[in-house]
C-alpha cells in the first residue's frame, strides 16, 4: 500500500485543536462516572443528567425501548428504565445518545451511517466480550463506542481530502483507514490518538481509538483493542461499514488480533463463530431500525 | 437533521418464551441452521402453525414433541420446512452471489491459473428444480466477457429426487421462481411460453443434471476436480452422522483452492474441522483448513 505523506499543515491543525470540535459537555461527566466504583455511583445524578436534557432523554427512551439492550416491557421516563433496566444499561444508552451531539457537523460521511457502525460495534463488543468471559464488558462500552473518533477530527481539519479518502474507499471496496492513509498520509487511528489527548480522554479509551485496526500496537489493554477491532471487521462484513461494502475475504482463525484473544481466553477454543455471526445479524437488524428511527429515516 | 425525538417506541419489543429460545436452540444443535433475534417472532409464527396442526396447547408441549422419539425427527423436519419456507427462487441469496463473483470467482481463478487449468467446476448438490444451478450459470456467463475471459465453465446440479431433476431439465418456470431477476438478465436469459418463463439454451447447456444421493459413497466418490460447492438447506435434514460424512466427501472433491457454500444461516460448527470458516460481505463460506491438510499429509 502506498502512503503519503501526511501534509504538516494538517497535523498541525489537529495538534493545535482549533477547528476541532469539543466534546459534547454531557458526555463528560457520564465518562467520568465510568471511573468510580460502581457501589459509589449516584442512580439521582445521571437520571438529572439526562433528564435535565430533553431531547437526549427522548432518544435514551427510544433506544431503552428497543431489544438492544434487553428490555422486556416499554419504559416511559429515564427512571422507570433505571429500574428495569439497571444504571449500568443507561449508562451506555446516555452515552451512546450523548455521543450524537458531535455528529451533526459532519459534511462527508452521513451522521446515521457513522453513528450506527459505532454503536453496532459496541454492543457486538459488548455481546462478544460476555461470551469470552472479558471482565466488566459494560465498564468498557464507552471506549468501543468512541473508537473512531478520529473520523471526526479529519473531518474537521481536513473535509475535502477525507471526501476524497471516502471515495476511493468506495470505488475501490478497501477499508477506510487504508484509503486514509494513502489519500491523507494518517489515518482514522493516528488523528484519533491526538484528539483523544485533547480531550483527556481516560488512557484506555486512547488506546482504543489508537490501535483499533491494529491491535498488536496497543502496548497496553490488548485485549480491550482487539475486541472492538474483531467486532469493527464484523460490523463491516455485515454491512454495517461507512456506507459501502468492502471487497474482502476473512478469516479470523488467521487474524493476529483473534488469535491473540484466543490465546487470552479459553473459551473462545473452541468459539462457535459462525452462530456468533449469525446472531451479529440480529444485532445489526436492531441497529438500523433504532437508528433509522433516532434519525426519522433520513439516512 | 435529527428528527423531533419522540419517548413513544415504534413498535414494542417482541419477548420469546424460554421455550421458544429452547427451540431456536435444538434446531440450531441438530440441524445445524441458526434462526437470529430478528427471526424470532417469524419462528414462533411457524411453531404456533405446528402447534395448531398437531393439536398441542404450548410450545413447552411443542418442544417436548420436537424431542421425544418416534416424533422427534419427523416433526423437526415438518418445522424446518416452515422456516426454509420449502420452495426456491432464482438469485435466492444476493449477498452469497456476489461473495462468489466479487471475492470468491477471483481467488479461484487465480489458483487454477497457477494449475495451468482455464476450467471452471460448480456443483450445486440439493439443487431441487434448478433455480440455484440455473442461477449460478447465469453469473458465470455474464463473466465471460470479463474475469472468465477465455476459461471455460459448467454447473454440475444433483439432486436425490428424480422427479425435481425433471422439472428442472424442463426449465421452464412461473412469476414466484423469477421474482428476484433483474429485468435485463431475464430478458436475456429467458423467453416467455404462454404465462411461464422458459431458461434459454445458452444457460441450459451449461448446466448438467444427475440424480445423486449425497449418502451414497461411491456416488460421492465419483464427484471430483470441484471449485466451488453450493449445498444449501439440504443437510439441515441429515443427522450428525450423515452430515459428516457428507462433509468429508465434499472435502475429498474439491480442489485445495476449493470453497463450501452452505445455506444462510447453516453451521459447520461441531461438525467438522476439515473446513475453515471465512467471511464475505453479509456471507460466510467454508475453505478447506490447511492445518488439516498439513497434518494429513506430513
Sequence with gaps: MTRMPCDPKLLQK??????????????????????????????????DLIAKDESLAARCLQIANSPLFGTTREVESIQSAVVVMGLERIHQIAVSCSFLKLLPSMKDVSPSVFWAHSLGCALVAREFAGKIGFPDPG????????????????????????????????????????????????????????????????????????????????????????????????CRLNGIGYGYSETQQTNFAE?????????????????????FTFETEGTLEEVRAVVSQVYGGKH | MIAAASAAPAR???????????????????????????????????????IKALGLRTTREYFDCLTTKPMARGELSSLLNEITIGETFFFRNQPQLDGIRNVVLPRVLEAKSRMHL?????????????????????????????????????????????????????????????????????????????????????????????????SEDAAMTSMTGVDIILCCNVLIYFDLASKKQVIHRFHSSLHNHGYLFLGHAESLFGISD????????????YVKSEARDQKETG
Design chain 2, 12 to 50: 414494542l419489543p417482541f419477548s420469546p418464551s424460554p421455550s421458544l429460545m429452547q427451540v431456536r436452540d435444538l434446531i440450531y444443535k441438530t440441524a445445524g441452521i441458526f434462526q437470529s433475534n430478528n427471526r424470532l417472532r417469524f419462528l414462533d409464527e411457524q411453531c404456533q402453525k405446528r
Design chain 1, 14 to 47: 489537529l495538534q493545535s485543536a482549533r477547528e476541532l470540535p469539543t466534546l459534547p459537555a454531557v458526555l463528560i461527566p457520564l465518562l467520568q462516572y465510568l471511573e468510580r466504583p460502581l457501589d459509589s455511583q449516584d442512580v439521582h445524578q445521571i437520571v
Design chain 1, 255 to 275: 487474524d493476529p488480533a483473534f488469535i491473540g484473544l484466543a490465546s487470552q481466553f479459553a473459551r473462545i477454543q473452541p468459539f462457535d463463530l459462525a452462530r
Design chain 2, 118 to 214: 482455464r476450467h471452471l467446476r460448480v456443483w450445486s448438490a440439493g439443487c431441487s428444480t434448478g433455480e440455484e444451478p440455473y442461477t449460478l450459470a447465469i453469473i458465470l456467463l455474464e463473466e465471460c466477457k470479463a474475469r472468465l475471459k477465455g476459461w471455460t465453465f459448467e454447473v454440475v446440479a444433483t439432486d436425490l429426487n428424480q422427479r425435481s431433476i425433471a422439472t428442472a431439465e424442463a426449465g421452464t418456470y412461473g412469476e414466484y421462481s423469477v421474482r428476484n431477476i433483474e429485468a435485463s438478465l431475464r430478458e436475456k436469459y429467458f423467453r416467455f411460453e404462454g404465462a411461464q418463463l422458459q431458461v434459454m439454451p445458452e444457460v441450459r447447456s451449461k448446466v448438467r443434471f444427475t440424480r445423486l444421493n449425497l
Design chain 1, 139 to 234: 465498564k468498557a462500552y464507552s471506549a468501543w463506542l468512541l473508537h473512531d473518533v478520529g473520523i471526526i477530527a479529519l473531518l474537521a481539519v481536513a473535509p475535502e481530502q477525507f471526501a476524497t479518502a471516502l471515495r476511493l474507499a468506495r470505488s475501490e471496496h478497501i477499508p477506510l483507514h487504508e484509503a486514509e492513509k494513502r489519500e491523507l498520509g494518517i489515518s482514522h487511528e493516528e488523528a484519533g490518538k491526538i484528539i483523544a489527548g485533547i480531550w483527556h480522554l481516560p488512557p484506555e479509551i486512547a488506546n482504543v481509538i489508537a490501535h483499533h485496526h491494529s491491535p498488536d500496537e496497543a502496548s497496553k489493554d490488548h485485549a480491550l483493542v482487539s475486541i472492538v477491532g474483531f467486532s469493527d471487521l464484523l
Design chain 2, 274 to 285: 476439515e473446513f475453515q470458516l471465512v467471511h464475505l460481505p453479509s456471507s460466510t463460506a
